[in-house]
């Protein structure tokens, strides 16, 4: 059985729930995914399911061949599974696939921030903006060290590029699953900008 979809997120909304309650939703676009492959552990070393979502512009002969008359998908994605039994290439796979109150785990690419000092990258309290230190209330301060090591650790906290990572977001709630326009109302924030690329799987902690 397939334990996850590939979708994009459209954006944040809000519904009202029991109570009148309102409730923070991010509102995700869910396949309809197909399945392009299926990889077995005799053959593969491992069980897992490839899913085509989206339509490409322009692919190579390649690409063409791979999904063969499937259709031309823009992103291809593997899910592990514990085994391939009931599941075809050429299944469909779209929103049916989650429940109301479930819970799931989102995976997408954080917004990228460009390249950043380390007060906003990680924090740091910059320094004094006394005793004629004008122009340091920003800077790292001294990353190195004497005679030993005589060199900067690596992992260092210093400025650089920040954000654009993958992120896994666990345990968001279900709040609605429509199954009628394959869309997923998750509650809480989901990782990435609007019309990212996202993995939706089913959390292991609702079993």
Same mark, same amino acid.
């Given at each position: 059985?397939?334990?996850?979809?590939?979708?994009?997120?459209?954006?944040?909304?809000?519904?009202?729930?029991?109570?009148?309650?309102?409730?923070?939703?991010?509102?995700?676009?869910?396949?309809?995914?197909?399945?392009?492959?299926?990889?077995?552990?005799?053959?593969?070393?491992?069980?897992?399911?490839?899913?085509?979502?989206?339509?490409?512009?322009?692919?190579?002969?390649?690409?063409?061949?791979?999904?063969?008359?499937?259709?031309?998908?823009?992103?291809?994605?593997?899910?592990?599974?514990?085994?391939?039994? +009931?599941?075809?290439?050429?299944?469909?796979?779209?929103?049916?696939?989650?429940?109301?109150?479930?819970?799931?785990?989102?995976? +997408?690419?954080?917004?990228?921030?460009?390249?950043?000092?380390?007060?906003?990258?990680?924090?740091?309290?910059?320094?004094?903006?006394?005793?004629?230190?004008?122009?340091?209330?920003?800077?790292? +301060?001294?990353?190195?060290?004497?005679?030993?090591?005589?060199?900067?650790?690596? +992992?260092?906290?210093?400025?650089?590029?920040?954000?654009?990572?993958?992120?896994?977001?666990?345990?968001?709630?279900?709040?609605?699953?429509?199954?009628?326009?394959?869309?997923?109302?998750?509650?809480?924030?989901?990782?990435?900008?609007?019309?990212?690329?996202?993995?939706?799987?089913?959390?292991?902690?609702?079993?």
């Amino acid at each position: 059985m397939m334990n996850g979809i590939i979708g994009k997120k459209l954006g944040m909304t809000q519904v009202y729930g029991e109570g009148g309650k309102a409730e923070p939703v991010t509102v995700l676009a869910v396949g309809p995914c197909t399945v392009t492959m299926l990889r077995t552990v005799e053959k593969d070393g491992y069980a897992a399911a490839q899913l085509g979502f989206g339509k490409a512009k322009n692919l190579a002969k390649a690409e063409k061949g791979h999904t063969k008359d499937l259709g031309e998908f823009r992103h291809l994605r593997e899910f592990r599974l514990e085994d391939t039994a +009931g599941i075809e290439v050429g299944a469909k796979i779209d929103a049916g696939l989650f429940n109301d109150g479930e819970l799931i785990d989102v995976t +997408g690419t954080s917004k990228g921030k460009g390249f950043a000092g380390g007060v906003k990258r990680h924090g740091f309290h910059g320094g004094p903006k006394t005793h004629g230190q004008s122009d340091r209330h920003r800077a790292p +301060g001294s990353v190195g060290s004497t005679t030993t090591p005589g060199r900067v650790y690596p +992992g260092t906290r210093m400025a650089g590029h920040m954000g654009h990572e993958q992120v896994t977001v666990r345990c968001l709630k279900v709040v609605k699953a429509d199954k009628e326009k394959n869309l997923l109302l998750v509650r809480g924030a989901v990782p990435g900008a609007k019309n990212g690329l996202i993995l939706i799987k089913k959390s292991k902690k609702s079993k």
